[in-house]
């Protein structure tokens, strides 16, 4: 079987840094994403991860151990624009089918 | 610029009634993916497609089905609408190399059935 957990919500100060937790369960994995979706939009790409460690892309980076089935994703800085709902998928075997979790709601205040 | 677009963004149908949803892409993308979004649940996949005449199920097809024609448009179809396809649905698209099968989303098909 398959499965993917993250927060559902999650609640930060404008300037901060804030780490979004991911785990999952999967059978032969081959990937890790993480995508940010704004309220009432599509979700967009923000990062791919398939080997362990940190991939870092200016204000935000994702880290993998596979060993363990985790995955954070670090925003740094954090601004008001950054309020949104963070998708974390995992790609399973040799093709391109991805999973989703539920998503983490992010709400940064002033 | 290249884009994935979606139509109509918004529709109502009433129970029973077939109703297709298109997606269309100017990336020339080999991959193709249809979801559904419902509040609790996350994206969940319908239909994907690697290439012209490739079609496979996801975890969720039962009452809808696809089919792709050329590069640019996977359309999906719900045979006969049910009041729980109510939903967002969402096509997305990607290649098949690269950063490792990132995908890029339409703006969302806001379905009510009635």
């Known amino acids: 079987g398959q499965n993917i957990d993250q927060p559902t919500e999650m609640t930060a100060t404008e300037g901060a840094i804030v780490q979004i937790n991911c785990t999952y369960q999967?059978?032969?994995?081959?990937?890790l994403f993480w995508y940010q979706q704004h309220a009432g939009e599509a979700p967009t790409f923000l990062s791919y991860?398939?080997?362990?460690g940190l991939e870092e892309k200016g204000r935000f980076s994702s880290f993998l151990s596979r060993s363990k089935g985790y995955s954070y994703l670090l925003l740094k800085e954090l601004q008001m624009k950054d309020s949104a709902s963070y998708l974390c998928?995992?790609?399973?075997?040799?093709?391109?089918?991805?999973?989703f979790g539920a998503g983490t709601r992010l709400f940064v205040k002033a | 610029d290249a884009e994935i677009t979606q139509s109509p963004r918004h529709k109502i149908t009433e129970t029973g009634r077939q109703v297709t949803l298109a997606c269309h892409q100017t990336w020339n993308h080999n991959n193709m993916f249809w979801y559904r979004q419902d509040l609790g649940h996350g994206l969940r996949l319908i239909h994907y497609s690697y290439g012209v005449q490739d079609t496979n199920k996801g975890e969720v097809s039962d009452g809808y089905s696809v089919s792709r024609s050329n590069t640019e448009d996977l359309p999906l179809t719900l045979e006969s609408a049910a009041s729980s396809q109510t939903s967002v649905y969402f096509c997305?698209?990607?290649?098949?190399?690269?950063?490792?099968?990132?995908?890029?989303f339409g703006p969302g098909t806001r379905l009510t059935v009635t």
């Open positions: 999967t059978s032969g994995f081959n990937g």
């Open positions: 998928a995992v790609r399973r075997g040799g093709g391109f089918k991805t999973i």
């Open positions: 997305a698209s990607g290649f098949d190399r690269g950063l490792g099968g990132e995908q890029y």
């Open positions: 991860n398939v080997l362990d």
